[in-house]
């Protein structure tokens, strides 16, 4: 699965509550391919798609497609806030082990 650092999950937390609709948690997708490892695609979402798996790491809910979970296990997302300005990190121990 995937955890959230406490600087991560209050990153989601202010943008869920800064979001101009109701919205119930974020969205993750990995994209694979290229030379370039993974790719996170995230949005804010009002609610699961059906084959969603919902995820719930200290009071935020992530919702992750089938093909998107595999590619997950063992992450840590982080946010973090630098020089060149802040974004979310991932950790994430299957990059060169993913056979696309």
């Known amino acids: 699965m995937i955890d959230l650092t406490e600087s991560a999950v209050n990153?989601?937390?202010?943008a869920i509550s800064m979001a101009?609709?109701?919205?119930?948690?974020l969205r993750i997708i990995v994209e694979t391919g290229g030379c370039?490892?993974?790719?996170y695609?995230?949005?804010l979402a009002v609610e699961a798609n059906p084959d969603d798996t919902v995820?719930?790491?200290?009071?935020v809910k992530l919702f992750v497609d089938?093909?998107?979970?595999?590619?997950?296990?063992?992450?840590?997302?982080?946010?973090?806030?630098?020089?060149?300005?802040?974004?979310?990190?991932?950790?994430n121990p299957n990059v060169n082990?993913?056979?696309?």
């Open 66 to 91: 089938r093909k998107s979970l595999t590619h997950l296990n063992g992450t840590t997302m982080d946010f973090v806030v630098g020089l060149d300005g802040s974004g979310f990190t991932f950790d």
């Open 11 to 14: 990153a989601v937390k202010a």
């Open 97 to 100: 082990s993913h056979n696309d």
């Open 36 to 39: 370039a490892g993974f790719k």
């Open 55 to 59: 995820i719930e790491r200290h009071g």
């Open 41 to 43: 695609v995230m949005a």
């Open 20 to 25: 101009p609709q109701q919205t119930s948690g």
